[in-house]
Each structure stands twice: as C-alpha cells, then as structure tokens.
C-alpha cells in the first residue's frame, strides 16, 4: 500500500500532544487515545514502505514518531508470518491498533504459580485498538494471525518505548529483563507541509 495520505500520521501526533497537554489522567489518555488511534488505523493510505517491511527473522519495530518531551511514541510494529512476541510487558499505558492483516492477543497475569491467561484469546482487525497499562493489565504475548502473510499494527506507549527497561517471563512466570531498541530510526516522519504547498502535494 503507497503512501498518499502523510498527513494522517502528524494530525495524530498533533491531536495525541494535545490530549497529553490537556490530561495526565491514565483512564482519559487510553479511552480518548484509542479514538484517535482507531481513526489513524482505519485509513491503510500513509504507512511509508520502509516502515513497513517484514523481516524473515523476527518481527520488526519501526520508530515513527517521538515526542520530543518524552512523553510518548509512536512505532510501526511489523509481524512477518507466523511470529509472535514472546510474554512480555510495558510498564508504562500501550495502544495498539491493527492497520493490516490481523494480531492474536492474550492476556497474562503474574500469580504464585507462575503466569495465568486471563480471559481468552482474541483477535484484533484492521481498525481495531485494544489497551495496556499496569493499571488495567500489561503482561501480554501478540502473535500475526496469519502463518502466510505480513500484519502490521501500529503501537502507541507512553514513553521512548525503545528505551524503556521491561521484561519477558517465562513459562514459570519469571521475568527476564530487556529493552526493545528499534529496528530502525527515521529521520522525522511528520508531514512537511511546507514542501507539499511548495510542489503542489496536498492542500
Ligand atoms: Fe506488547
């Protein structure tokens, strides 16, 4: 899919700056945000391709956006067929939004006993969001629905979420720490409508 529509991707980062201006309460941020992230996802027309490429080793995080307070990011998350994230969790609230193909999801909490599902598995599509955070959940492992085709979903998390220091757990619940990085860092994403008036591109 080409990229008509640029601009989707600066309008959501406006329109997200702007609710993290006006609230820091968590519940306001990830009901307002999924509103925004689900009208940014429901339009497949801006993803630029090099944010969009699968890789046959593992699943992919593109950095789209940072916001230059810290205060959140924006990342491409690139599922080639069958991969899956391991268990793992955020520490900070999550978006994501499906923007194409589909996402299995299940949800884990940490007991005496090692990991427990909570609730059942489910299955995001295209223009769907769902939540994390440590307040409403936040250990999850998302796999591509698909074993013979690329799925991407775009992730929205409250801090530089590449630097952020988290963990994976195993089967016995046992966390191990990490710290995600990011496949690659572009130079800013965000619509340059100086250009696009000067050349005619867009409005
Ligand atoms: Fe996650």
Redesign the pocket.
């Known amino acids: 899919m080409s990229q008509h529509c640029p601009h989707r991707l600066s309008d959501f980062v406006a329109d997200l700056s702007a609710l993290l201006d006006r609230t820091r309460d968590e519940a306001a941020i990830l009901r307002e945000g999924a509103a925004l992230l689900a009208d940014l996802v429901g339009q497949d027309d801006w993803l630029p391709e090099a944010q969009s490429q699968p890789d046959p080793a593992r699943y992919q995080q593109y950095l789209l956006h940072r916001d230059p307070a810290g205060r959140f990011s924006v990342v491409s998350f690139v599922w080639g067929p069958g991969q899956a994230?391991p268990v793992?969790d955020?520490t900070v609230w999550?978006l994501?939004g499906v923007l194409r193909g589909a996402e299995i999801s299940q949800a884990y909490v940490r007991s005496e006993d090692g990991l427990k599902a909570a609730g059942s598995v489910h299955r995001l599509e295209p223009g769907q969001v769902e939540a994390?955070s440590p307040t409403i959940g936040d250990i999850?492992r998302?796999a591509n629905a698909f074993d013979d085709r690329t799925s991407i979903s775009i992730h929205v998390y409250g801090a530089d979420i590449g630097a952020v220091r988290r963990s994976t757990y195993d089967a016995d619940g046992r966390p191990k720490t990490f710290i995600s990085g990011y496949a690659d860092v572009p130079p800013p994403l965000l619509f340059d409508r100086a250009s696009a008036l000067a050349y005619g591109a867009a409005e």
């Open positions: 994230t793992h955020h999550g994501v994390v999850h998302v």
